[in-house]
């Protein structure tokens, strides 16, 4: 069965510092992946998606991620933090079990210190 | 209006009360879904619909009542909730192929007094 799982449920970093967030992918076919942000009280917004293209992602907001077969991961990262990039995070892949859905890990908060 | 709407975005609720949440897509989606996401909780996957017929419902309790009269709609009556239901219901819409991934609303608040 397909799954992600996100390690670490909260990250802090700095305002300018290198944000890293990390998501793991269980799957025993090629996986979509999905990256989503979810500010306070709204609902979640997509960053970015792989759908088996290009192994390196970029998204909206400065944001990218690289689908890494080898070590079945999709970290998200963006070179410089911003204080507007404080909210939930989450990664998502699609799995077909009965009706085709997504699977979302637990979320990933971001924190920004000036 | 686009994207997916939510009505309303916030409701308070007495445990007796029956009330309904709306959600209406404008994307030329066919599948639709409801979520709860509860405090400190992962979000939970609570009904999936694909062209308007209902292809799982994740042992949701009888007292939600989904309905999607057509593949733009979608509804979660509630009656008699608990304290507990209290959360953010998330809607999503998506092609039936849920690989192009979801688009979702703005959420409900639901508080249950």
């Known amino acids: 069965a397909q799954s992600v799982t996100q390690l670490g449920s909260h990250v802090s970093v700095s305002e300018g510092a290198l944000v890293l967030l990390r998501c793991n992918y269980s799957s025993s076919v090629p996986p979509y992946l999905f990256w989503y942000v979810q500010y306070p009280n709204q609902g979640l917004q997509l960053l970015l998606k792989y759908t088996s293209a290009a192994t390196l992602v970029k998204g909206i907001n400065g944001f990218e991620a690289e689908f890494k077969k080898s070590e079945t991961s999709f970290h998200l990262t963006k070179p410089s933090a911003h204080m507007s990039d404080a909210a939930e995070y989450f990664c998502a892949v699609s799995v077909s079990q009965g009706a085709q859905k997504l699977v979302f890990g637990q979320g990933t908060r971001l924190t920004i210190n000036p | 209006e686009t994207g997916v709407t939510q009505t309303p975005r916030h409701l308070v609720m007495g445990m007796t009360n029956k009330k309904s949440l709306k959600c209406e897509q404008h994307l030329g989606h066919n599948a639709m879904y409801w979520y709860k996401q509860s405090a400190k909780k992962p979000l939970e996957l609570m009904f999936v619909y694909n062209f308007k017929e209902q292809t799982e419902n994740n042992s949701v309790p009888s007292r939600f009542s989904p309905e999607c009269p057509n593949s733009s709609h979608l509804f979660l009556h509630l009656h008699t909730l608990q304290p507990e239901d209290s959360a953010l219901y998330l809607c999503?819409?998506?092609?039936?192929?849920?690989?192009?991934?979801?688009?979702f609303g703005s959420g409900t608040r639901l508080t249950v007094v």
């Open positions: 999503a819409s998506s092609q039936v192929l849920a690989n192009y991934g979801y688009t």
